[in-house]
Structures are given as C-alpha cells and as structure tokens.
C-alpha cells in the first residue's frame, strides 16, 4: 500500500527551527493532498498545513508566517520548515498523504498516516 516515514523531530528552544521530512512508499500510483497534522496532550489532533500535488497550500492561522510546506512530487516527499516555534508547537507530528494505491492489480484511494515524530519546544 503506502507507507510514511518521518523524521526531524526533536527538542527546540523557544525562537529555534525545525525542518520535518516525510518521505511515502509503496505501490504508489498518485499522491494528491500531503499535510502535516499534530497532537498535543489533551487535545485533539490538528491540520498544521497542507500542499497539493499543483503546490497549493494552506496552513492554520497559528503557524502562519512561520512554517512552510514543500514537496516534492518526484521524490513522494513533503517537508516542513518550522521557525520561530514557541512552547504552544510542542506536540506529535504526524505526517498524512491521500493518494491511489495498487492493491491486487487494482487502484485504491487511500488516507493514510506516518507513526508520528515529537516535536517539544522548551527551554
């Protein structure tokens, strides 16, 4: 099917950068929407922000000014670049692609998910 791997998670202070990648596997036939979503303790989880395969994006109004999304189509890769973070970005990052998958000869569409990656911002 598909498969996401993250990386690039960690531990930041205040004012510092990040850069996640997410790089999908598998019987790819397409990969159309890819977004980063997170989940901090307690909450539910997130749209962060969200590229299609044109490179049309959106992001939450929190992250706006401060994270980017980019992709690359070829590679099945997605990224996002992270500054300024503050205490409020610390959560579990998961990665998300919605693309169409060969199964037994035949195409599937799909939703699916990386295992996610911490991200914690603290002094």
């Known amino acids: 099917q598909l498969q996401l791997v993250e990386s690039g998670g960690g531990l930041v202070q205040p004012g510092g950068s990040l850069r996640l990648s997410c790089v999908a596997s598998?019987?790819?036939?397409?990969?159309?929407?890819m977004g980063w979503y997170r989940q901090a303790p307690g909450k539910q989880r997130e749209l962060v922000a969200s590229i299609t395969s044109g490179g049309g994006t959106n992001y939450v109004d929190s992250v706006k000014g401060r994270f980017t999304i980019s992709r690359d189509n070829a590679k099945n890769t997605v990224w996002l670049q992270m500054n300024s973070l503050n205490p409020e970005d610390t959560a579990v990052y998961y990665c998300?692609?919605?693309?169409?998958?060969?199964?037994?000869?035949?195409?599937?569409?799909?939703?699916?998910w990386g295992q996610g990656t911490q991200v914690t911002v603290s002094s």
């Open positions: 998300n692609a919605v693309g169409t998958v060969y199964i037994g000869g035949y195409l599937n569409v799909g939703d699916y």
């Open positions: 598998g019987s790819i036939f397409r990969i159309n929407t």
